[in-house]
Nanobody, 116 residues
Framework: QVQLVESGGGLVQAGGSLRLSCATSGRTFSRNPMGWFRQAPGKEREFVATINWSGGSAYYADSVKDRFTISRENARNTVYLQMNSLKPEDTAVYYC?????????WGQGTQVTVSS
């Protein structure tokens, strides 16, 4: 059974940092791009960042560029999202995502709350 499990969310003050992790199991995604999305209350899920299979290329939403960094360790089947200089508007449930074999895989999400 394929699973993506996020962790690392929590409550942090504005300006603080958090590091999210997404561990995959059930199959290897080492040759697939991985991404992070987020969904704030009352809003649609939105793209945050994506990284290619090797970790050599990454793309970010304008709203998080220069503050967030996506990375991956294929040997650990894990992708990370380092979030710095957090803002209240970053408050959301953060989801890990990948696509393989024409299917989208999602984790259950981890809550990030940034207080002002």
């Amino acid at each position: 059974q394929v699973q993506l499990v996020e962790s690392g969310g929590g409550l942090v003050q504005a300006g603080g940092s958090l590091r999210l992790s997404c561990a995959t199991s059930g199959r290897t995604f080492s040759r697939n791009p991985m991404g992070w999305f987020r969904q704030a209350p009352g809003k649609e899920r939105e793209f945050v960042a994506t990284i290619n299979w090797s970790g050599g290329s990454a793309y970010y939403a304008d709203s998080v560029k220069d503050r967030f960094t996506i990375s991956r360790e294929n040997a650990r089947n894990t992708v990370y999202l380092q979030m710095n200089s957090l803002k209240p508007e970053d408050t959301a449930v953060y989801y890990c995502n990948t696509r393989a074999g024409g299917l989208d895989y999602w984790g259950q999400g981890t809550q990030v709350t940034v207080s002002s």
